[in-house]
């Protein structure tokens, strides 16, 4: 049964892009599937810059799962901050705005 888990968290690793990664986080929070989970936010986490810059709409999804708000929106600002760009006061902007950030 673990082989079968692995697998099925291999194939859903290489089903993840910057446009449906927070999609694909919700699912597996609404599944309480912890290694999909796992599996989505390391994605995030590696690709934080490309989705600020890519698909930060698509965090809309995300009202719906408040829980998920604080580690999505810190992630996304280290990520922003650690790279040096200037765009995370545009990040924090957007969250905030959006009223997903304290």
């Known amino acids: 049964?673990?082989?079968?888990?692995?697998?099925?968290?291999?194939?859903?690793?290489?089903?993840?892009?910057v446009g449906n990664v927070v999609a694909r986080l919700v699912q597996a929070h609404d599944s309480g599937l912890a290694g999909l989970q796992e599996a989505a936010m390391d994605y995030f986490?590696?690709?934080?810059?490309?989705?600020?810059?890519?698909?930060?709409?698509?965090?809309?999804v995300l009202q719906e799962r408040?829980?998920?708000?604080?580690?999505?929106?810190?992630?996304l600002v280290q990520?922003?901050?650690?790279?040096?760009?200037v765009a995370l006061s545009h990040a924090q902007t957007t969250f905030y705005a959006a009223g997903v950030a304290d």
């Open 79 to 85: 990520a922003v901050a650690s790279a040096g760009e």
């Open 66 to 75: 408040p829980e998920l708000w604080p580690v999505m929106t810190k992630t």
């Open 45 to 60: 986490k590696a690709n934080a810059l490309a989705f600020q810059r890519e698909s930060l709409a698509t965090v809309d």
């Open 1 to 17: 049964a673990s082989e079968l888990y692995a697998h099925c968290v291999e194939q859903f690793m290489e089903g993840l892009v």
